[in-house]
């Protein structure tokens, strides 16, 4: 069974940071590009970042592009979100998958709550 776990989140104060994790089981992601998708309360899941099946590549959305950095360990089958400089506009469940996303995929998230 393929699945992807996220882990990390927490309540942090505005300013503050949180790294979130991505361990990735039942396969092997290594070939594939993955994301980092994340869903506000009241609000569609939005991407966040991705970055390419070799690690070379990176992309953020504009919000968060200054102080968000994905990165990832083929050795670990993981991926990782280093989130600095946090916003209560940040505040959403956390999740990542293939990008393009596929359903089957989709974890069961961490929460990242960001107080003013």
């Known amino acids: 069974q393929v699945q992807l776990v996220e882990s990390g989140g927490g309540l942090v104060q505005a300013g503050g940071s949180l790294k979130l994790s991505c361990r990735a089981s039942?396969?092997?992601?290594?070939?594939?590009?993955m994301g980092w998708f994340r869903q506000a309360p009241g609000k569609e899941r939005e991407f966040v970042a991705v970055i390419a099946w070799n690690g070379y590549i990176t992309y953020n959305r504009d919000s968060v592009k200054d102080r968000f950095t994905i990165s990832k360990d083929s050795n670990t089958n993981t991926v990782y979100l280093q989130m600095y400089n946090l916003q209560p506009d940040d505040t959403a469940v956390y999740y990542c998958n293939t990008n393009p996303p596929m359903g089957e995929y989709w974890g069961p998230g961490t929460q990242v709550t960001v107080a003013t």
């Open positions: 039942g396969r092997t992601f290594s070939s594939r590009n």
